[in-house]
């Protein structure tokens, strides 16, 4: 049966590096904007046709290189929305676009303490009752309670500690059949023991170093399909033998800005 | 020794998620140590837990650091309100619900800011001074009516007594009162302390003094000579007593017995009676305890000792004192107040062999200050034992014994 699944996306009409903040981020190495173009159209053809999902836009706004990763803009349960409060002042302008999507679509907006970080689903992810929140690099710890409070479901927070994987979507992917994709050395050893704790050996699918450099963790997973970044073969075996669909996808040109598949992505519902 | 400390607030999924575990952890590796109170966890799998978490750091410096390598983690300092302040109602009068102090160090919030209250000892108000951001313990009797007292418990914070560093009988945390307790070590581990800070008093050091506060059963059961000699060779610095222990130690000096007793021959001599009335009588006529000493009419013992060596004397009276000698206290509160005074500098309490002085003096200590309670009725030590300070040790077994013994391992020669 096919899951039926909207994602929020942005045309990569201003995509560029404007500024550094993160380890990816270099301002000599120009994006390709005719290859990010083709890149970003590939992965929504995939989205839409394989994959079966249905997708909504947000207008590119000049100025705001980093609008098409709408993993940011937020978190959507159910009918509600809670809109990103970017850690850095680049990206905070984003926010009031988000905002007002969000209210014109009809959800509610529910926003938090201005005095505390949260980039959205960059940053929490995870099962339908047990959520993960990454913590540090951007969102702040503190958000969580209060999240864990609104939606009612237990937040464990995981600290992240290598500057290279600054969001927790970025070295964590939950999968739909209860697997975990992720990669422990961008947890300490508390984070990685609470993991363990939580999920059994048989269902942690652990991604080499090499390919969790490409992002392999920056997947989309809607029912069995997975749409990963391309090059990361060993982990798509370990996805193929527990019966995901692949759709490996070219993103290295979002990748010079820290980002691939699922940063290009907001699940809606 | 004091330590700085902040009362911190965790919540969310910190169980499960060992994120209690990492901010106890760092907290430890970083050199604090915390007390974990209040520690609710959720019942559900959706409920949030919450931990109250008191931490503390040997310095203020280090105190911060640890909070600001727990607070990314989640950990916020609670915010703490001012103490309640109200305005005594009239002269010796506290206002209603005012604060009662403990024997352990406290501070008051004050202006947003932990203000140590001065003079801690248990069973006082404390007065705030609004202009200089000071506060102090002050009794009921010296309250004059407007001062500012601290009323009920919020923005008070007592801090418990840390273990004490050193290796010694004050160390076990332990009050027990035994008979049956071998007393060698003990008094050992007393005398190390008395070489510690005699050498401390003679460099002039704060906080060396040693209190000696005690009842006439130390004469009359021969602990005098030793007792003479501590003060003599500097052990003891300031004693706590009343009308009988100099009246019977001067008594020795001038008739050669105590209460009637033949000090020497050990029975009583004819109208041995009359011997202390006597004493104080001509020590009355003199005018002053120190005037006899200095004129060569009392030459030996404790109270000539305390003379030459220039120690504090405090004698408080009470009702069946016969005379009373010079310079005995007769208004309680005013005897209260001349010990009370006598207590800063001290650093170590020895109570042996008066009820009445042992418990009035371990009132007026505060819970830092390591004491000895010696007595032969058990009921003593286990009284002052009971204020619950872990340094307070309680040795059952006679004054003369202990104060002998003790003299001996400092090197007196009987």
């Known amino acids: 049966m096919e899951v039926m699944s909207r994602l929020l996306v942005c045309p990569p009409d201003y995509f560029g590096i404007e500024y550094e903040i993160n380890p990816w981020m270099r301002r000599s190495n120009a994006v390709n904007s005719d290859q990010a173009v083709r890149q970003w159209h590939h992965l929504m053809q995939v989205l839409e046709q394989h994959v079966g999902a249905v997708l909504e836009r947000i207008n590119p706004v000049p100025g705001l290189p980093d609008l098409v990763f709408t993993a940011n803009a937020g978190i959507v349960v159910g009918g509600t929305a809670v809109p990103s409060r970017f850690r850095y002042a680049e990206r905070q302008k984003e926010e009031a676009y988000f905002e007002d999507w969000f209210r014109e679509q009809g959800y509610e907006v529910v926003t938090l303490d201005p005095g505390h970080f949260f980039e959205g689903a960059g940053d929490l992810l995870g099962f339908p009752d047990t959520w993960f929140g990454g913590y540090r690099q951007r969102s702040d710890i503190r958000v969580y309670p209060t999240l864990s409070e609104w939606f009612h479901r237990e937040i464990i927070p995981l600290e992240l500690v290598d500057k290279r994987f600054y969001h927790l979507d970025t070295c964590l992917c939950p999968l739909s059949g209860g697997e975990l994709l992720y990669f422990p050395p961008a947890f300490d050893h508390y984070g990685q023991e609470a993991l363990a704790e939580r999920i059994a050996p048989s269902r942690r699918l652990v991604v080499p170093e090499a390919e969790a450099l490409r992002f392999a963790c920056n997947a989309v997973c809607v029912g069995k399909h997975v749409v990963l970044p391309a090059g990361c073969l060993e982990t798509e075996s370990l996805l193929i033998s527990r019966g995901y669909l692949l759709h490996p996808v070219p993103l290295d040109e979002f990748m010079k800005s820290g980002g691939s598949a699922k940063c290009l992505t907001l699940a809606l519902d | ?414």
Request: charged share 20%; aromatic share 4%; hydrophobic share 45%.
């Open chain 2, 1 to 414: 020794m004091m330590h700085d400390e902040e009362t911190v607030l965790l919540q969310g999924h910190i169980i499960d998620s060992l994120i209690l575990a990492k901010v106890l952890d760092t907290i430890l590796m970083m050199g604090g140590t915390f007390d974990l109170q209040d520690v609710q966890i959720g019942k559900t799998r959706e409920e949030p837990s919450r931990a109250r978490i008191i931490v503390r750091a040997p310095s203020a410096k280090l105190l911060s650091e640890i909070l600001h390598a727990i607070q990314p983690h989640g950990a916020s300092v609670e915010s703490e309100r001012d103490c309640r302040l109200s305005a005594a109602p009239a002269d010796g009068i506290f206002p209603e619900e005012f604060y009662a102090t403990t024997h352990l160090s406290t501070q008051v919030r004050v202006r947003d800011q932990w203000v140590e209250v001065e003079g801690i000892e248990m069973d006082l108000g404390i007065r705030v001074d609004l202009v200089g951001l000071t506060a102090r313990t002050i009794p009921m009797g010296q309250v004059t009516r407007g001062d500012l007292i601290v009323t009920g418990r919020e923005g008070v914070r007592v801090i418990p007594l840390q273990r004490p560093r050193d290796r010694d009988v004050f160390s076990f945390m332990e009050s027990q009162v035994s008979a049956e307790r071998p007393h060698v070590h003990i008094i050992g581990d007393i005398a190390k302390r008395l070489v510690q800070l005699r050498a401390g008093f003679r460099e002039g050091k704060v906080g060396n003094k040693v209190l000696l506060a005690g009842g006439p059963a130390i004469v009359h059961a021969g602990g005098r000579e030793a007792l003479a000699w501590l003060i003599d060779e500097e052990f003891i610095h300031v004693l706590f007593c009343g009308n009988a222990l100099p009246a019977h130690d001067m008594e020795v000096d001038l008739y050669g017995t105590s209460l009637g007793y033949g000090h020497a021959a050990g029975r009583v001599v004819p109208h041995g009676h009359e011997h202390h009335l006597r004493t104080i009588n001509r020590i009355r006529a003199i005018g002053s305890i120190e005037a006899a000493v200095r004129s060569g009419v009392v030459k030996t013992g404790i109270m000539a000792a305390c003379v030459r060596r220039g120690a504090h004397v405090v004698m408080a009276g009470t009702v069946r004192d016969d005379g009373p000698l010079p310079g005995v206290i007769t208004d309680s509160v005013e005897a209260q107040a001349a010990m009370r005074a006598a207590i800063p500098g001290i650093g170590l309490a020895l109570l042996v062999a008066s009820t009445l002085h042992a418990v009035a003096t371990g009132n007026l200590l505060p819970a830092t200050i390591p004491s000895v309670c010696v007595d032969v009725n058990p009921a003593v030590p286990t009284k002052l034992a009971d204020r619950g300070s872990f340094q307070a040790v309680g040795l059952v077994m006679d004054a003369a014994s202990f104060l002998r013994e003790l003299a001996r391992e400092l090197g007196w020669k009987s």
